[in-house]
Nanobody, 119 residues
Framework: QVQLVESGGGLVQAGGSLRLSCAAS????????MGWFRQAPGMEREYIAH????????DYAASVKGRFTISRDNAKNTLYLQMNSLKPEDTAVYYC????????????WGQGTQVTVAS
């Protein structure tokens, strides 16, 4: 059974930083492209970033580029999202997700972790 478990969310002041983690189990982690998404109340789920299975290619949404960094440790089956210069509009539930490199659809999702940025 595939499990993705996010952690590291919390309350932070604007301008602060948080590091999210996503621990994966039940899948061959280094064959999956991993992504981060977020959903704010009343909003649609928003793509944040993804990282290819070897970690050599990454992509970011314009809203977070230059502030957030996605990374992975395949030896630890863990995905990370370093978030710097946080803004109140970054407040959302953050989800990690997994897809096979050849499939554009994310098929495994975590339960989410809340990030709240106070102004």
């Amino acid at each position: 059974q595939v499990q993705l478990v996010e952690s590291g969310g919390g309350l932070v002041q604007a301008g602060g930083s948080l590091r999210l983690s996503c621990a994966a189990s039940g899948l061959t982690f280094n064959t999956y492209t991993m992504g981060w998404f977020r959903q704010a109340p009343g909003m649609e789920r928003e793509y944040i970033a993804h990282i290819m299975w070897m970690g050599d290619r990454v992509d970011y949404a314009a809203s977070v580029k230059g502030r957030f960094t996605i990374s992975r440790d395949n030896a630890k089956n863990t995905l990370y999202l370093q978030m710097n210069s946080l803004k109140p509009e970054d407040t959302a539930v953050y989800y990690c997700a997994a897809r096979r490199y050849y499939n554009p659809t994310y098929v495994h999702w975590g339960q989410g972790t809340q990030v709240t940025v106070a102004s």
